[in-house]
């Protein structure tokens, strides 16, 4: 999974593209040439290749839009089941707070299977992962506004703050603290 700030995509895409596609929406693709670039990428990145060699590598990645193949997924209020909105708005509002399928569940009006089932055919992510992103995608605005690992971790609701570099690694492809670096340049 790669997640990418959408005011970086478009500035790299405008730089290419004088009429680029609109940035924002979350891209679902099941496409082998999309996969293979994906997994150059991913190679790079983790690689001990310079930050500007990996800045590089994920800008060609955007550029090819290979990642266009797929199928644009909008997750908003009006675009998913009233049940689903209500989730939707609670785990938007309440990101950094613990909150178990079961409850989710109750607030849908669903069972919890039923939930997690119908959650996944709309946004492509389970709930948890869903309120992951959200508290990742949090955790990169304060990243990049001075906060520490230690004081995002407490403020976004993770266990600890090796819990929150973790999953910040996964989602990122980076540490809090080189993603915190490389927003600074």
Request: proline letters at 7%; a positive charge; aromatic letters at 8%.
């Amino acid at each position: 999974m790669l997640h990418l700030d959408p005011a970086w995509v478009a500035s790299v895409l405008v730089r290419h593209d004088p009429c680029p596609p609109p940035a924002g929406q979350a891209w679902v693709v099941h496409d082998a040439a999309a996969y293979a670039a994906f997994c150059a990428l991913n190679q790079q990145l983790f690689s001990q290749a310079s930050l500007q060699q990996k800045i590089a590598a994920l800008e060609q990645f955007v550029v090819r839009r290979v990642w266009r193949a797929g199928q644009a997924l909008t997750p908003i209020a009006g675009n998913t089941l009233p049940p689903l909105d209500r989730v939707l708005s609670l785990l938007h509002s309440q990101h950094a707070d613990p909150l178990p399928v079961a409850q989710l569940a109750k607030v849908a009006h669903m069972a919890p299977r039923t939930l997690a089932r119908t959650f996944l055919d709309a946004t492509g992510l389970t709930p948890h992962a869903y309120q992951l992103d959200l508290r990742v995608h949090t955790a990169r605005k304060l990243l990049s506004a001075g906060g520490t690992a230690a004081q995002v971790a407490q403020e976004l609701g993770f266990y600890d703050q090796s819990h929150f570099q973790t999953t910040f690694k996964q989602r990122v492809a980076a540490t809090p603290r080189l993603y915190q670096h490389a927003s600074a340049i």
